[in-house]
């Protein structure tokens, strides 16, 4: 690959991250989400798991920010499915970041589907692990990055760590994704035509 010259303009893909959606009647199909981000001009659209991961470069829908796009995702899911999702939305050098700066590379390694990465429409607190601390029990929690990681040693569903004690630590509303998710989108983001 060309490494972009001064002054080019450089087109990234996005990783989309659909909050609480496929649980609880909140259906949105990984197929439709596809589908939906074509007609609202994202273009190439891939989904992992079906539990509102999306990525998709910027296409003809006049995107030009993550916040663009949440913007535009979070619309038109609400006009097509009725679901009032938010939206948190990473660009691939983000995601990469994320990736890369992983704090806890030992879960990562051992139990991939134990380690979640929580992330926000803005950044988490830089204190949310500090005052995660009463809620722990095996768990362990560490802020980088922008994004809250947390390692569910005995699974998340033993967790004492609910959306709402997240949220309040986090300062802002998360969503988790397990460190396999997180890598495939990664993959599918760094694989995104420009």
């Given amino acids: 690959m060309v490494p972009p010259s001064p002054g080019d303009v450089v087109v990234t893909a996005y990783a989309c991250l659909l909050f609480a959606v496929n649980v609880g009647g909140r ?35 006049g995107a030009s920010s993550p916040a663009d796009v949440a913007r535009l995702l979070h619309d038109g899911v609400a006009e097509r499915f009725g679901v009032d999702a938010a939206v948190a939305v990473l660009t691939t050098e983000r995601l990469r970041k994320i990736v890369r700066g992983n704090p806890l590379p030992d ?26 601390g009463p809620c722990l029990t095996t768990e362990r929690a560490v802020v980088a990055n922008g994004v809250l ?46």
Wanted: charged share 20%; glycine share 10%.
């Fill in 27 to 61: 259906k949105v199909p990984s197929t439709a989400l596809r589908d939906l981000a074509g007609e609202l001009g994202l273009a190439h659209a891939r989904t992992v798991v079906n539990s509102g991961n999306l990525v998709v470069g910027p296409g003809s829908s």
């Fill in 107 to 132: 879960d990562a390694a051992d139990r991939p589907a134990g380690l979640l990465v929580h992330v926000g429409e803005e950044p988490v607190d830089p204190d949310a692990a500090a005052a995660l």
């Fill in 149 to 194: 990681y947390v390692a569910y040693p005995d699974g998340v569903g033993r967790s004492r760590l609910t959306a709402a004690v997240l949220a309040k630590a986090a300062g802002t509303p998360v969503t988790g994704r397990n460190w396999r998710t997180t890598t495939r989108l990664l993959a599918l983001a760094e694989d995104t035509p420009p």
